[in-house]
């Protein structure tokens, strides 16, 4: 047998079997294909009809309910310092969804708080940090 490599790990090992389904280390089915540095975002349409956003405070709501989340009701939590909104099961920042709201494209980068305060997606303080 050929030794084989996770693409996103780095872990190397010695494959039981001619094709192996996932890393034996961080178990992910994509061993072999290289991580890509690309942002992956929900459809623009969708998210602009499922939330609305405040620019002067930051602050999304949901639009309509979903989830056992009542409309009209705060959309998100913070996690790990981050204002973060679930929508589809994937977790996406709330400086990129004001950014996309604000600009109407999604940022290629994520975007950055000019105080810091990674919680803080008012309109007034987000930039695009250099790629």
């Not at 679930?86 to 708080?113: C, F, K, N, Y």
Request: glycine content about 6%.
């Amino acid at each position: 047998m050929v030794n084989k490599k996770c693409l996103r790990c780095g872990h190397k090992w010695v494959p039981r079997v001619e094709k192996p389904v996932s890393c034996p280390i961080c178990k992910s089915p994509k061993w072999a294909q290289h991580k890509t540095n690309k942002l992956m975002f929900p459809d623009k349409v969708k998210v602009k009809s499922l939330l609305t956003y405040n620019a002067t405070n930051g602050v999304f709501s949901w639009k309509i309910k979903r989830k056992g989340v009542k409309a009209n009701k705060q959309a998100g939590s913070v996690i790990r310092g981050h204002y973060i909104i679930t929508i589809d099961g994937a977790q996406i920042r709330a400086l990129d969804i004001a950014w996309m709201m604000m600009l109407g494209s999604w940022p290629t980068v994520h975007i950055e708080p000019l105080d810091g305060v990674k919680t803080n997606a008012s309109a007034l303080n987000l930039y695009e940090p250099e790629e």
